[in-house]
């Protein structure tokens, strides 16, 4: 079974409008950690929203937010005010277990913001 | 402070051919991942390293190997290379209580 699937290939949004990326993940620890990375077309990929399993807020980085459904096994990624550049491939990210573990990518999205 | 480093930034080899491919981790980090991006999929873990030793392991086969050095950057080695090992070659770092995995801009091979 995928452990972290993103559904969503491509995605379009108009600059300055809202946009949610989905990521669903499946993990039987108790203990895990989803992130969400931006991968522009250089290939880096940037760290940007880190969610722990027993956080009860839902992590915010200025723009970026997670939208953290732990009963729905949801982490999605919603990003406010978009800009030219956050056109990119966005990938969703967990780490089960203990802190040394690998990270788990989904395939992917890729957001086009459109002026 | 410099991020993560990795070099070469390209590489292009022969089939049946070896390549190292090496990493400087952020300052202050010693544990060293990488992982293998072939085009339009996500990255997928190849191995990870933390006080000079293997920790973890992804399905990859024994071709791959790798070092960590007392400073803690990382070499990757292929030997043997196969057209699939064409791909984007990403290390990450992480303190070592640290969430978050930092990337470095990553090595394209091709492998011809």
């Known amino acids: 079974a995928q452990k972290i699937t993103q559904t969503q290939p491509g995605m379009f949004v108009q600059e300055k409008e809202a946009v949610t990326l989905d990521c669903t993940y499946d993990?039987?620890?108790?203990?895990?950690?989803l992130f969400w990375y931006k991968q522009p077309s250089s290939g880096e990929m940037i760290f940007l929203i880190y969610q722990g399993s027993y956080d009860e807020q839902n992590a915010t980085e200025g723009r970026y937010s997670l939208n953290f459904q732990k009963a729905r096994k949801s982490a999605n990624l919603v990003i406010s005010a978009s800009q030219l550049g956050d056109s990119a491939m966005y990938f969703c990210?967990?780490?089960?277990?203990?802190?040394?573990?690998?990270?788990?990518f989904g395939s992917g999205t890729r957001l086009q913001v459109q002026p | 402070d410099a991020g993560v480093t990795q070099s070469p930034t390209h590489l292009i080899k022969t089939r049946g051919q070896q390549v190292t491919l090496r990493c400087s981790p952020k300052?202050?980090?010693?544990?060293v991942s990488w992982y293998q991006q072939a085009l339009g999929q996500g990255p997928q873990f190849i191995f990870q390293?933390?006080?000079?030793?293997?920790?973890q392991r992804g399905n990859f086969p024994d071709r791959f190997s790798g070092h960590q050095f007392p400073n803690y950057s990382s070499e990757l080695n292929v030997n043997a290379l196969l057209l699939g090992d064409s791909a984007l070659y990403l290390c990450?770092?992480?303190?070592?209580?640290?969430?978050?995995?930092?990337f470095g801009q990553g090595t394209r091979l091709t492998v011809v």
């Open positions: 300052s202050g980090h010693d544990t």
């Open positions: 390293y933390y006080e000079e030793e293997e920790r």
């Open positions: 993990t039987s620890d108790q203990s895990y950690g």
């Open positions: 990450a770092s992480r303190a070592q209580n640290g969430a978050e995995a930092f």
């Open positions: 990210a967990m780490r089960e277990g203990r802190s040394r573990r690998a990270l788990t």
